[in-house]
């Protein structure tokens, strides 16, 4: 996976991650835990141990067999097919929101306090990194650097941690299984497209309609020269 983010799927207490999906595919690539683990550079002994580790909590996910005519081997069962397949999901959801995960709004330089720059933009007032000395920018900051509030449990635009925050109103909610994308327009032809988990979906009752606050940190924000 690339571009920084790593997808995990959390169940009943346990975390499972791209190593652990890579070795229920070399499983079911090999058909033998040995060969699996192998072809992973991994020993016997740790991909017996995470695969036992997985089992303890999520039930049965390789059957394996031993000896016989036809030597032992190991197969995944139902349950470790259907929890690859949920992960490859995830992933695959997850890899589509890295490519358009970037927000640029156009804006007007209006003050600086060193690199901290103020600037105007048609959906309100944003404060960004800005190393050029320049007026007319492009204010750029990743979707997954966006949160989502309740207008009234919003943060304030003037505490410590220098968050900008947008009013807006929910447009769309495409629900994943994990995750949601969550389109919020913020001013005329101006949607943000945030990615949020599901629990914050329903936590924050995200439907289309619903007024929500977006925020985001000025330190996370680059003004760019256009």
């Given at each position: ?9 959390r ?9 652990d ?9 090999h ?8 072809a ?24 394996r ?10 197969e ?26 970037e927000v ?5 330089v209006r ?17 960004a ?24 449990t919003?943060?304030?635009?003037t ?61 996370a924000?680059?003004?760019?020269p256009?």
């Amino acid at each position: 996976m690339d571009a920084g983010f790593e997808a995990h799927l959390r169940i009943d207490g346990v975390s499972f991650d791209a190593s652990d999906a890579a070795l229920l595919a070399a499983i079911d690539e090999h058909r033998s835990l040995n060969a699996a683990a192998e072809a992973l550079g991994r020993s016997y002994s740790r991909a017996h141990d995470r695969l036992k580790e997985l089992e303890s909590v999520l039930g049965s996910l390789a059957e394996r067999s031993r000896g016989g005519r036809q030597g032992g081997g190991s197969e995944l069962t139902s349950k470790g097919r259907d929890l690859l397949d949920r992960f490859d999901r995830l992933q695959a959801v997850l890899s589509d929101s890295a490519r358009t995960d970037e927000v640029a709004i156009e804006g007007q330089v209006r003050d600086r306090d060193g690199e901290l720059a103020t600037v105007e933009t048609p959906a309100g007032t944003v404060r960004a990194l800005l190393f050029e000395d320049v007026t007319a920018v492009e204010v750029l900051f990743r979707a997954d650097a966006i949160t989502l509030h309740r207008p009234e449990t919003s943060p304030s635009a003037t505490d410590t941690s220098a968050r900008n925050r947008f009013d807006g109103i929910v447009e769309r909610v495409a629900s994943g299984e994990a995750i949601a994308h969550v389109d919020v327009a913020v001013a005329a032809d101006l949607t943000l497209r945030v990615t949020v988990t599901q629990d914050s979906i329903s936590m924050l009752e995200l439907e289309s309609g619903t007024p929500v606050v977006a925020s985001f940190k000025a330190t996370a924000t680059r003004a760019v020269p256009r």
